[in-house]
Every structure is written in C-alpha cells, then in structure tokens.
C-alpha cells in the first residue's frame, strides 16, 4: 500500500492519524463488536479469499530513480525481447509481468 504522508504537514499528518484512529473505534464500535464467534472462525478458512487474476490488466507506475526492465514472452530473457522502462513511466500490462516488481517495491499499482 503506497501513501504519500511525505507530502502532508505535521498537523495534517497529526489530523489524519487522529482520524484514522476514531474512525477504526467507530466501526469496531458499530459492525465488527457485534459479529458472532462463528464468523471470525471463518475468516481462517482457505476459501475466504479468492485467488487474484494474474492476467488482468492493471496500471503500474515505476517508482525510484532506477529504469525497470521486462520480458514480452515471460521465457528466458533475450536481449532483443527486453522492454526498459524510465523512472515514472506508467504501464499497463497483466499483473503476472508486473507482480515481481511490485513485491521488490520498484513498481506501485494504481486503483
């Protein structure tokens, strides 16, 4: 999850931790405090997420200062199959490409 708190002041930084903290308390307060026993055993189970659609496209942008290099074919990397890419470049790609970037946190997702 990518914030940008870096660009905020320290009182809004301070308003926003605040905020953050009240309105959590709000939901616990209203919804997650009256949920039976049965439903928190269930979050454990395997099933309870869905596994993630790697070949749908999602948009990627490439944070840092270093260029981020990708393979058309997914196979052995050749030299005239390789994409390079400039920092803050924006792609649009399936995200079984961008997946290992983004984890090594040289790629971010956009919503």
């Given amino acids: 999850y990518v914030t940008h708190l870096e660009h905020l002041s320290d009182a809004e930084q301070a308003f926003l931790t605040d ?13 997650t405090r009256h949920f039976p026993q049965s439903v928190w055993k269930a979050l454990d189970e395997p099933d309870m997420v869905g596994q993630p659609n790697l070949d749908k496209y999602v948009w990627g942008r490439v944070i840092g200062e270093e260029p981020v290099s990708l393979s058309q074919s997914q196979s052995q990397y050749d030299d005239e199959d390789i994409e390079r890419h400039a920092p803050h470049s924006i792609l649009i790609l399936p995200y079984r490409q961008l997946q290992p970037l983004v984890q090594e946190g040289r790629m971010e997702l956009f919503l």
């Avoid at 905020?19 to 919804?31: F, P, R």
């Fill in 19 to 31: 905020y953050h903290t009240a309105w959590t308390a709000h939901l616990t307060d209203t919804t």
